[in-house]
């Protein structure tokens, strides 16, 4: 027992240290681009046909992997991107980045790396054009999910600096819970199925290979620069290099938390286009790989966490402590709206605009320091706000609507 709980928590530790920071640079990127690029520019340049293709060219050399992606890819659609541009960089920017070009040159070669880059353009341009000619029907997208998951209520008040962590913060929110279940899927699938259990799957052929690279990768976080010595050592161990190039392929572009927000923001079909696109340009690159470019990795790579880099191990923390925060204040206020209890004197009230747990707080702050009000609970799905205390109607309406939200009714 004491074994097992042992490798979880080192295999935990393990994908959370090897994610986290990506995470981290991810929001703080969408905040970046979110205060730096000026208002219509999005909307210009990332729409159409060509923004596609410029979507893909932007997102190939940053250094996101797919739960970094998420934040910046959705932030884009918010402020105007069309569904191609989304999807050509949400498929693209994942899979490669410079670190993972390098890399993935001195294990696997340079053809390797070449090839790596080239499938993932050319899937994310052609998963773009997809959906661009496959449109997404109007009311199909969750409009306030996709704010929710893409920034929210962030403040635009203060200076560049408190906007942009204002953001970034906001965008990491709504995103956690599915995060920390990508994480446990990672960790549980690393300890109860090794690297090892694949070593001799070549002998059964390259598709079989493939198939079963994907049903790992698939759920599985792996980042797009640390998961190539797993790769190069598989291939050392006999895993074909077209199974290879499908895992680098298909592991950075999904997990389990990639998958639920794409769904939950962007809608099912949108996701089904993604996975699609992903599934079947990984299995064809990797099959034209196998017959063009065999490959015997250069040098064997072992991922040592002893030697992360400073501002990797702090950034992890840093998330680690957020995480842990949120989930902290997630659980306060289910406990609270668990323990309210309606009265005579409580009014519920029907609101819109809540897209975040920033929308929660501040209606808290603004409702719950009024003058004669005792408490105030503010659920989800649907919206509501019950207020308890001496507020008429019109009063809490007017104090809502002040902050930026809604009314629909009265409950």
Not at 52 to 70: E, K, N, Q, T
């Amino acid at each position: 027992m004491n074994e097992h709980l042992e490798l979880m928590t080192h295999a935990l530790w393990g994908v959370w240290l090897s994610f986290s920071p990506f995470l981290a640079l991810g929001a703080l990127l969408a905040g970046l681009i979110h205060v730096a690029l000026p208002q219509g520019f999005v909307t210009t340049y990332l729409s159409g046909g060509r923004g596609v293709w410029r979507a893909v060219l932007f997102g190939v050399p940053l250094p996101l992997c797919s739960c970094g992606v998420i934040p910046v890819g959705l932030g884009l659609k918010r402020d105007g991107a069309s569904d191609g541009a989304t999807m050509g960089f949400l498929i693209s920017t994942p899979q490669t980045g410079v670190d993972s070009i390098l890399v993935s040159g001195v294990a696997l070669g340079w053809p390797f790396a070449f090839m790596k880059v080239v499938a993932a353009s050319v899937t994310g341009i052609f998963g773009g054009l997809l959906i661009d000619r496959a449109p997404l029907k109007s009311g199909e997208a969750n409009q306030e999910a996709l704010a929710s998951l893409s920034g929210g209520h962030d403040d635009e008040e203060g200076g560049v600096a408190q906007r942009l962590v204002g953001h970034a913060l906001s965008v990491i929110e709504p995103i956690w819970g599915w995060v920390v279940v990508g994480v446990l899927a990672s960790a549980l699938i690393e300890v109860y199925l090794p690297a090892s259990s694949l070593s001799g799957i070549g002998q059964y052929g390259a598709l079989v290979a493939m198939g079963l690279s994907l049903s790992l990768s698939l759920p599985l976080y792996i980042c797009a620069t640390s998961s190539v010595p797993i790769a190069a050592a598989l291939v050392a161990k006999g895993l074909p290099v077209g199974a290879a190039l499908v895992f680098l392929m298909a592991g950075p572009a999904t997990n389990l938390a990639t998958m639920g927000v794409i769904s939950k923001g962007l809608g099912r079909r949108f996701l089904a286009i993604y996975l699609t696109t992903i599934i079947t340009g990984s299995v064809l690159f990797g099959l034209l790989f196998e017959a063009v470019w065999p490959v015997t990795p250069a040098q064997h790579m072992s991922h040592d966490h002893s030697a992360t880099p400073w501002w990797s191990l702090t950034l992890a923390w840093l998330t680690l402590a957020l995480f842990a925060w949120l989930a902290f204040g997630s659980a306060r206020r289910w406990i609270k709206g668990r323990r309210a209890t309606p009265s005579s004197r409580a009014l519920t009230l029907q609101v819109t605009g809540v897209t975040c747990g920033g929308c929660v707080r501040k209606i808290e702050r603004v409702v719950g320091t009024s003058e004669g009000v005792s408490s105030v609970v503010v659920r989800r799905d649907p919206d509501e706000v019950t207020i308890e205390g001496s507020l008429t109607e019109a009063e809490a309406c007017a104090l809502l609507q002040g902050a930026g939200f809604g009314v629909k009714g009265v409950s």
